[in-house]
Structures are given as structure tokens and as C-alpha cells.
């Protein structure tokens, strides 16, 4: 993997990336996450809705349980391949426009699938829109990396965690009152359509990275885009302060990419390891060991409501910590609340801990994959290195299931706990040794 175009000094990268850098927070930034958050609002809701349809799709004899495994196993491949393809299209054309190409097939591709006279056809239109839906993470958190300042990077990529997290109530919310009416998963499919609309107007005016435009050579429009951004704050900026770059350092763009890429690689296959190894699966977890639909619905809902504040602990506390050793210790916290889980005994501890399992595991979600990731690699290549760990990420969501159903008939949800676990260690191994700190500093200095 290249990691760079060598297009631009090292001087001028400092000084494109010192102005923004600089910055305050103003109503340009805000503007620009709430794009962004929007639009991974809808990727998630696109994800999420895949096992309602699927129900709805088996409950009129419009598919079997075998076709519900190969939408599953199809949406899941499609994301890896997206991300890939979006990484490199993006850092070889732009951030913008791919992420107006991404969401124009997203479109297309859930009027295909609202409209599909047969399962076949819905399978292949579920292919080409998880394409588009695989690239949207990569070039969402990527982007916003490149334009929020150093000193607060931390706290709105977190943010915009959190409010991505929301898509998965929001479907639950809209599929009760949707899939139950006749065609409803024909309306299901279509919803992301009707906001992706909207949300490709939003990009329409959507800037260029400035990072990105520097990288390329093309300075007159990395100036314009910072002109822009600096014309939104009404208070004088303070003086631009450029650190020195040491004499006989290694260029920001030659350094090698691949310590870096095995620690975002690492945290990729924890982080959805544990999702669809752990989270997906209580609801299952608990009928199997005997509970009613009821009582496994309400024990699932309890845990799974730690999500959204383990986001928001991130979003707290992701500039006031060094989000490399936040990685670890993190994913470390997790492990040592899934074995007070396996050793729970009654109801009350089961729900404690299942909840406090879930919150650790979002709290290291949102810090180290959403936050931490891409802040790992050089401007030229961060899209596409951002994209390729994400691969693996998918990977890991193909491969759970196959793992989990043999382990928990074995060893039951104490088996389960114990892979994730061990993932999880495993990530924290690899990051301790080859991540690197990036809290608060410059990415040309990372």
C-alpha cells in the first residue's frame, strides 16, 4: 500500500494543517458534522433494517430461512468490498465527490430494492447498496478527521458516534409501526431512498478536504476551502504556529504504514468481533438458555441500552485521554466485565454486568475505532488504509456466527464471552505495541 503522492513539502502539509488546526469550533464545523452524522444516521438505518425486512420477508413466504442467511452473508461481504473501493477511489479523486457517488448508489439501490419483483433481484440490489454503505464509515470519520481541530478531534468524532448510534432505535422505531402493513418491507427499503435524497443535497455543498487538496498539489483549491473555513469565525485566529519538523525525521508520508495498519486492523476485528459475537446475539443467548421471548426481549433491551452511554463516556473523555492506551485499556475493562457476567448468578447481577459489558464495549467502539483509527495514517493513504482494516472488520462479522453457534452449544454464553475476550486481549496486545499516541497532535505530526 502506498503511502503517499509526494506532491507537496513537508512545509507547506504543516501550514495547510496548522490553519485548521487553529481554528475554533464555529458554525462551518458544525454544519459540516451534522452532514456527516446525517448521513451515517442513514447508513445505519440502511444496516439495521436488513433483519426486520428479512422477518417480514419469511413471515409472507416471500423467502426461507436459508435466504435470510445469504441477504445476511451478502450485505456483510458487500460492506467489506465497499469500504476497500471507497478508501481508494477517495484518496484518488476526493473525499467529496465519493461521498456524493456513495450516496447516489445508496439511492438507486434501495428504489431497486423497494421495487424487486422477486428475492433474486432483491438479492443483488442488497449487494450493490452495501457497496455504497460500506464506504460511508470510512469516508464519514475520515473526513471529519482532516477538518476538526487537533486539540478537539477526539470529541466530535465521538459525537458523531453518538448520534450514528441512534439509528438502531430509530429502526426498531419506524419497523413497528411500518413492516406490520401490507408491503411494508417494500416501504422499509425505500425510507433510505427518501433520505438519501436529502442528503445528497446536503453534499452538494459539501468542501473538499484541504489535507487531501495539499496532498495533491493543488494549492489554490486547498486555499480556497481554508479561506472559507476561516471566514466562518468572527474573532481573530491567533497567530499560526508551525512546530519544527527535527532534522532527519522521517517525512509524514514515508513513514511506514504497516505497524499502524496491524493496530487498526486489530481494533477493527475486536470491535465488530464483539458486537456481532456478543451484543447481536443476547436476545438468542437468552431463549436458548430458557427464558421467554418476553423476559429475553427485556433483559436484551436493559444490556443493549448501555450502547449509547458508552458512547457518550467516550465523547466525554476522548481529548482528555491518549486515546492509543484508551484503545487498551478499554477493551481490558470489557474483558474484566464479561467475566463478572459469565460468573453472574442472578438476575440482578446478569443485568449489570450485561450492561456494563455493553457500555465498555462502546466506549471502546467509539474511541478507538471511530476516533483513534483514522487518526493512524498519512493524508494520502488514510482513506484507503481506513478501508482496508475495515475489511477485516467485516470479515470478523462474517465470521462470528460460524463461531459463536458451535461454542455457546458447547460452553454456552461463558464460551462466547471467552472468544470475545480473547479478541478483545488480542487488540489490546497488538495496539500496545504498535499503535501510536495521537491525542491533541497535528496529523502531519502523528
Avoid at 413497528?176 to 431512498?193: E, N, T
Avoid at 463516556?313 to 475493562?333: P, Y
Wanted: charged share 10%; hydrophobic share 55%; glycine share 10%.
Amino acid at each position: 500500500m502506498s503511502n503517499g503522492e509526494g506532491s507537496v513539502s513537508d512545509a507547506d502539509a504543516h501550514s495547510f494543517g496548522a490553519r485548521l488546526d487553529r481554528m475554533p469550533i464555529t458554525s462551518f464545523h458544525h454544519v459540516l458534522a451534522l452532514i456527516i452524522s446525517a448521513g451515517l444516521l442513514v447508513d445505519g438505518f440502511d444496516i439495521f433494517l436488513t433483519a426486520g425486512v428479512a422477518a417480514a420477508l419469511v413471515r409472507e413466504g416471500l423467502a426461507t430461512l436459508g435466504d435470510v442467511a445469504r441477504l445476511s452473508m451478502i450485505t456483510s461481504i458487500a460492506l467489506g468490498i465497499g469500504g476497500v473501493l471507497t478508501g481508494f477511489l477517495a484518496d484518488r479523486f476526493g473525499r467529496a465527490p465519493v461521498m456524493r457517488a456513495s450516496i447516489l448508489i445508496l439511492i438507486a439501490a434501495a428504489i431497486g430494492m423497494a421495487t424487486s419483483p422477486s428475492f433474486e433481484h432483491l438479492l443483488i440490489w442488497r449487494f450493490i447498496a452495501a457497496l455504497g454503505l460500506g464506504g460511508e464509515t470510512v469516508l464519514a470519520y475520515g473526513m471529519l478527521t482532516e477538518f476538526m481541530p487537533s486539540r478537539t478531534r477526539g470529541r466530535w468524532l465521538a459525537w458523531c458516534g453518538l448520534l450514528a448510534s441512534a439509528a438502531l432505535p430509530v429502526t426498531l422505531g419506524v419497523g413497528y409501526f411500518v413492516l406490520p402493513s401490507p408491503d411494508g418491507w417494500r416501504w422499509m427499503l425505500a425510507i433510505p431512498a427518501f433520505a438519501g435524497v436529502a442528503i445528497f443535497l446536503l453534499r452538494l455543498n459539501l468542501p473538499e478536504s484541504p489535507r487531501w487538496l495539499a496532498v495533491r498539489g493543488r494549492h489554490e483549491e486547498a486555499e480556497a476551502v481554508l479561506a472559507r473555513v476561516e471566514a466562518s469565525t468572527r474573532h481573530a485566529l491567533p497567530p499560526l504556529a508551525i512546530a519544527p519538523v527535527a532534522q532527519g525525521a522521517v517525512a509524514m508520508d514515508a513513514r511506514p504504514i504497516w505497524p499502524r495498519l496491524i493496530a487498526a486492523i486489530a481494533i477493527n476485528v475486536a470491535a465488530m468481533g464483539a458486537v456481532y459475537g456478543f451484543v447481536s446475539w443476547l436476545p438468542t443467548f437468552f431463549v436458548k438458555e430458557g427464558h421467554d421471548i418476553a423476559s429475553s426481549t427485556l433483559f436484551s433491551a436493559v444490556m443493549v441500552s448501555g450502547a449509547p452511554f458508552g458512547a457518550l463516556i467516550a465523547l466525554l473523555i476522548g481529548d482528555h485521554v491518549e486515546r492509543k492506551w484508551a484503545a487498551v485499556l478499554s477493551a481490558l475493562i470489557a474483558v474484566g466485565c464479561g467475566v463478572a457476567y459469565a460468573n453472574a448468578t442472578t438476575d440482578g447481577q446478569i443485568l449489570a454486568a450485561g450492561f456494563a459489558v455493553v457500555l465498555s464495549i462502546y466506549v471502546f467502539g467509539t474511541l478507538a475505532l471511530f476516533t483513534y483509527v483514522p487518526e493512524l495514517f498519512p493524508t494520502a493513504s488514510r482513506l484507503r488504509a481506513i478501508g482496508f482494516a475495515s475489511a477485516f472488520g467485516r470479515a470478523a462479522a462474517i465470521a462470528m456466527p460460524l463461531l459463536v453457534v458451535p461454542i455457546f452449544s458447547t460452553w454456552g454464553q461463558s464460551g462466547v464471552v471467552a472468544l470475545v475476550a480473547f479478541l478483545l486481549i488480542a487488540q489490546a496486545f497488538l495496539v500496545s505495541i504498535f499503535g501510536i499516541s495521537t491525542s491533541g497532535k497535528p496529523l502531519e505530526q502523528v
